[in-house]
């Protein structure tokens, strides 16, 4: 049973580009967690999906940021215009449900020029 | 905002030593977890505590939460290198299953 997959590993952009993060849940999963790590601190929750709708997105920056969870295929958490204070890792997680313990992935290391 | 306070950030240690990581949290939480993450990589799980009392041992780590206290600790038994982590504990708010982390305890476990 494939554990949850994100990619890319790692992804560089430019000032001002657009980032895409991919994560396909654990089989069977629904509910998919968006997580960001900086350097040296605990993983800051940003938002909470089930298929197609926005659960919870209260972690998430108001502007440039946005995440979906389409009916088929992987969430994905997108970044407009990034910014140097973007570069971080960016973690997904799934569960079964909200009571279940959340499986993480190996996370994308973004890194802004 | 439910917080999570670790400590300590960072802790040395030799081999063969015990030590304790202490993580205190804010409000009341259903669940707490203890993670494991080795540089550039994800988060393993460790333990997950679910009521007042729980005490789980894995090899040379043991877990403990006072729900009362709102406090968990994490005892490390006569420590190896192998242990050199990082220490996460995350609790949750269960109504939405957000896991709030504390910041980490970064483990180093000299000969």
């Known amino acids: 049973n494939a554990g949850v997959m994100q990619n890319p590993r790692h992804l560089v952009r430019r000032r001002g580009q657009e980032a895409r993060l991919r994560c396909s849940p654990m089989?069977?999963?629904?509910?998919v967690y968006w997580y960001r790590q900086l350097p040296e601190e605990g993983l800051k929750f940003m938002v909470y999906l089930q298929k197609e709708n926005i659960i919870d997105e209260s972690g998430m920056p108001k502007e440039r940021f946005s995440a979906e969870f389409p009916k088929e295929g992987p969430s994905i958490l997108r970044i407009q215009q990034v910014v140097r204070g973007d570069s971080a890792a960016y973690f997904c997680?799934?569960?079964?449900?909200?009571?279940?313990?959340?499986?993480f992935g190996d996370g994308t290391r973004l890194s802004i020029l | 905002e439910l917080k999570v306070e670790q400590n300590p950030l960072f802790l040395s240690m030799q081999e063969g030593k015990n030590y304790t990581i202490y993580c205190n949290y804010s409000t009341t939480s259903d669940r707490l977890y203890w993670y494991r993450q080795d540089p550039g990589k994800s988060l393993e799980s460790l333990f997950v505590?679910?009521?007042?009392?729980a005490v789980k041992q894995e090899g040379r780590l043991m877990a403990s939460l006072d729900t009362k206290a709102r406090l968990s600790t994490l005892h490390i038994t006569a420590a190896v290198h192998d242990l050199s982590a990082t220490y996460f504990c995350?609790?949750?708010?269960?109504?939405?299953?957000?896991?709030?982390f504390g910041r980490g305890t970064q483990l180093t476990v000299w000969p």
């Open positions: 997680a799934s569960s079964l449900d909200t009571a279940k313990p959340q499986h």
């Open positions: 505590l679910l009521s007042n009392g």
């Open positions: 089989k069977g999963h629904s509910h």
């Open positions: 995350a609790v949750d708010n269960s109504t939405l299953g957000r896991l709030y």
